[in-house]
């Protein structure tokens, strides 16, 4: 089974190399190799970035770097790149150390300097007097996730890359993720507007205008198709595919059994999220009342009247920015539909949009 390696996003020369793919092709394990041989040879260290404290916490952080003592063929390869001087890594009050075993003190010895740090976005504020002129690799692992992010979290990542980057220009910034949801707002942040489209094994370059910056973004070819566990994951479930092939993660989202016509829908409103427009009907059919939600291809005709919601600020009375805080009747009754669960989609595709949508909303509230 080959394994991912990092050598065509680096050879791009970019600042910022990110890649994303398929869950457990070796994408973690190419970016603490990196660190750990850039530190074997000239002393340079590492800031591993995670979203949370409790991402540092116990095992989670002292087996982190386990892969490189153990390799998917039985290899410590912290003692082939230390030529035997090192045979382990040990985690310490925030740090990484490589370190060894000690026959005669019968105890672990660990280097004296630490190899990695770590930063969790949420601690970042007590960081920020603090100097680390030896760390020449900040690596984000998994800044894409199917869970909540952080409040302006893209700004809190941006502050932390600061404190450690000062006034250097001799960082790199590795980005890696598994493929779990087309709607990460570093996409939008970055102005990689091209992520949507990317073609599994290709590597897209953005720049940005004269200011010399550049960004590789690599959808990381799927280098175990069908490897023997994929067995494990036959099931008939799209879900699932993110696993056996890199595709991107989609849940099921209930779709509508029922026809119905124009006279059956009682009222209309919109979603504006990314590049899509949501047109949303609350509907009465005999016995039934829901919601169902599907795409618009056309303008919305009524742009200054109907209730529309949008993330983005809009200075007109009939936008509303966050639908779960409603702030009158009709915003409550459109909200008891989502907590009911009579909420029904055109496609597993509209109810990832409108999930994404909802799980920025949350975020809102937690400010």
Same mark, same amino acid.
């Given at each position: ?22 869950? *457990? &092709?070796?994408?973690?394990? $190419? ?6 041989? %850039?530190?074997?040879?000239?002393? +340079?260290? @590492? /800031? ?44 310490? *009050? &925030?740090?990484?150390?490589? $370190? ?6 019968? %105890?672990?010895?660990?280097?004296? +300097?630490? @190899? /990695? ?44 890359? *600061? ?205």
């Amino acid at each position: 089974m080959k394994y991912y390696s990092l050598t065509n996003l680096i050879n791009t020369g970019a600042k910022y190399l990110i890649n994303y793919g398929e869950r *457990s &092709s070796g994408k973690t394990y $190419a970016a603490l190799k990196y660190g750990v041989e %850039k530190h074997l040879k000239t002393g +340079e260290q @590492m /800031a591993i970035i995670r979203r949370y404290r409790e991402d540092f916490r116990g095992k989670r952080a002292a087996v982190y770097f386990d892969s490189l003592t153990y390799n998917g063929k039985g290899e410590n390869v912290i003692r082939k790149m230390s030529k035997g001087k090192y045979d382990r890594v040990v985690y310490q *009050s &925030s740090k990484w150390y490589l $370190a060894y075993f000690d026959a005669d003190l019968d %105890k672990v010895v660990t280097e004296e +300097e630490p @190899m /990695a740090y770590a930063f969790p976005l949420t601690e970042m504020e007590h960081d920020k007097s603090t100097s680390y002129p030896k760390i020449t690799t900040i690596f984000f692992d998994e800044f894409m996730t199917r869970g909540s992010y952080l409040p302006d979290e893209f700004l809190l990542f941006m502050n932390a890359c *600061s404190t450690i980057i000062r006034s250097r220009t001799n960082v790199t910034i590795i980005m890696s993720a598994n493929t779990v949801s087309l709607y990460c707002p570093y996409f939008k942040e970055m102005g990689l507007k091209h992520v949507r489209q990317q073609k599994p094994g290709t590597i897209d370059i953005y720049t940005y205008g004269d200011s010399g910056l550049k960004v590789a973004v690599e959808y990381t070819d799927a280098p175990s198709k069908g490897k023997p566990s994929d067995l494990y994951f036959a099931f008939d479930s799209p879900s699932l595919k993110m696993i056996t092939s890199g595709e991107w993660e989609l849940d099921i989202y209930p779709h509508l059994r029922t026809t119905y016509d124009k006279k059956d829908i009682l009222f209309q409103y919109f979603i504006v999220f990314e590049e899509h427009t949501l047109q949303c009907e609350i509907i009465q059919k005999d016995n039934m009342f829901f919601t169902y939600i599907h795409s618009k291809s056309t303008p919305i005709k009524h742009d200054d009247q109907d209730i529309i919601y949008c993330i983005e600020p809009n200075e007109k009375r009939n936008y509303y920015k966050n639908l779960l805080q409603p702030s009158d009747e009709l915003s409550k009754r459109i909200v008891s539909f989502f907590r009911a669960n009579k909420v029904f989609y055109q496609s597993n595709d509209i109810g990832e949009v409108v999930n994404n949508y909802i799980n920025q909303c949350r975020n809102m509230i937690k400010v």
